[in-house]
């Protein structure tokens, strides 16, 4: 069920952001002269969960959407970096935590049909403040505690915003109830 590439064309590179335009031919012969498909770096994100059992979260203004939202910590995986260790450096570095236990929770895609990545999502449960933030000059966000029944009524109300937070965190609580 493969589509063959029959040309590639580059519109943008840029460090976060490749796009480009393929023209492939399906299976069934049909060509398709502008098929758009944008690259990306792999993603990251984390549910962390103190000793005292509560969710670390992040608080952001997304410009895209023009809104301010709560959020997992989340990141891109740098060269020579495994998702777990891309994991682990982002919550450090946007919330001051670390440490615990890390078990790799899912992997997804955002869009399968027109983005390249894929988003590795952790499970760290026992997380405790170890040091300062330590933000990138883009970033602009506040680390909050939230309990369990907080995180669970932001999945009811929809106030997440971000799929790629709203799947890990609903198997988080299918798999540990409620």
């Known amino acids: 069920m493969a589509w063959k590439t029959l040309e590639t064309e580059y519109l943008i590179r840029e460090p976060w952001l490749t796009a480009r335009r393929d023209k492939v031919e399906l299976p069934t012969g049909v060509v398709l002269n502008d098929y758009y498909v944008l690259e990306y770096p792999d993603w990251v994100n984390t549910i962390a969960i103190t000793r005292e059992g509560d969710f670390v979260l992040v608080r952001q203004y997304r410009h895209a959407l023009g809104v301010t939202s709560m959020e997992l910590c989340a990141g891109v995986i740098e060269k020579d970096e495994t998702p777990l260790e891309a994991a682990q450096r982002e919550l450090l570095e946007e919330t001051g935590y670390g440490k615990g236990t890390w078990q790799t929770w899912m992997t997804l895609s955002a869009n399968p049909g027109t983005m ?35 995180v669970y009524e932001l999945l009811l109300d929809n106030k997440l915003y971000q799929a790629l937070m709203y799947a890990p965190l609903w198997k988080y609580f299918a798999l540990e109830g409620k």
């Open 116 to 150: 390249t990545n894929l988003c590795h999502c952790f499970l760290a449960t026992d997380v405790e403040k170890v040091d300062e933030q330590h933000l990138d000059l883009t970033e602009d966000l506040e680390v909050h505690l939230l309990s369990r029944q907080q």
